[in-house]
Each structure stands twice: as C-alpha cells, then as structure tokens.
C-alpha cells in the first residue's frame, strides 16, 4: 500500500511539473498587451502625449520583455528604466518581473503614434 501512494505521489508531482511547463510555455509574445492612450496634452504645442500600458496576460510572471517600434521618437524623455532601445528592439521594465495581470507604463510626445507590438518574452514559472 505504501508503494502505491508513493507511486500515485510521484506520478502526481511530474504531472504538476509538466503542467506549468507547458503554462509557462504559453507565455509568449501573444500573451502581452500593448495599449496607446492619446492623453489629451501636447508638449510645446506641437506633439501629442501618448501613454502606452503594456499588460502580461499570461498565467505567468515575464521578464525581458522586448517591443518593436520601428522609426521611434519622443521629443521629451522618456524614462529609460521603464522603456529604452536594446538592440533591435526596446526594453520594457528595465528588464524586470512584471506578475502576471499587472502593467508597466510610459509616456512618450510625438506628432504621431509610433506603433508598438510585442517581440519577445521570457516566462518566469
């Protein structure tokens, strides 16, 4: 009987490791949320400021989140430890967790919106 329910506890403990793999393998760039809010204000009467909130929907926390945003500018500063150019893409969050559920966000002025789409993640299970 003993056996059995070490078994049983060993099958159920792989199968639990499996499962979050394969939920932590869902965390893919499909799973961030990039959200543009045009605020209403403009810096020096010519270029609109713009909030993005980029989400992680995934069950998981991330890391190293990467935006692309191609021809990006901002005619006021942006804060480099919320967003900044690395590499070929952008840098979210200095690189940091963000849980699952929860937001970074940044503010940007130009005279247009840049759009910007997630390129890469990495899961934290």
């Known amino acids: 009987m003993a056996r059995v329910i070490k078994i049983t506890a060993a099958i159920f403990l792989v199968l639990l490791v499996a499962i979050a793999k394969v939920e932590c393998q869902g965390c893919t760039p499909s799973t961030i949320s990039v959200q543009q809010t045009n605020t209403g204000k403009s810096v020096g009467g010519i270029d609109t400021v713009f909030q993005v909130t980029v989400t992680n929907r995934c069950r998981c926390a991330v890391k190293n989140v990467y935006l692309r945003s191609n021809?990006?500018?901002?005619?006021?500063?942006?804060?480099?430890?919320?967003?900044?150019?690395?590499?070929?893409?952008?840098?979210?969050?200095?690189?940091?967790?963000?849980?699952?559920?929860?937001?970074?966000?940044?503010?940007?002025?130009?005279?247009?919106?840049?759009?910007m789409a997630p390129a890469s993640v990495q899961a934290q299970c």
Do not use: C, E, M, N
């Open 71 to 115: 021809g990006f500018s901002s005619s006021t500063a942006v804060d480099p430890k919320l967003f900044r150019r690395a590499g070929s893409g952008y840098l979210l969050g200095d690189g940091r967790q963000i849980p699952s559920s929860k937001s970074v966000t940044f503010l940007y002025a130009w005279d247009h919106y840049f759009k």
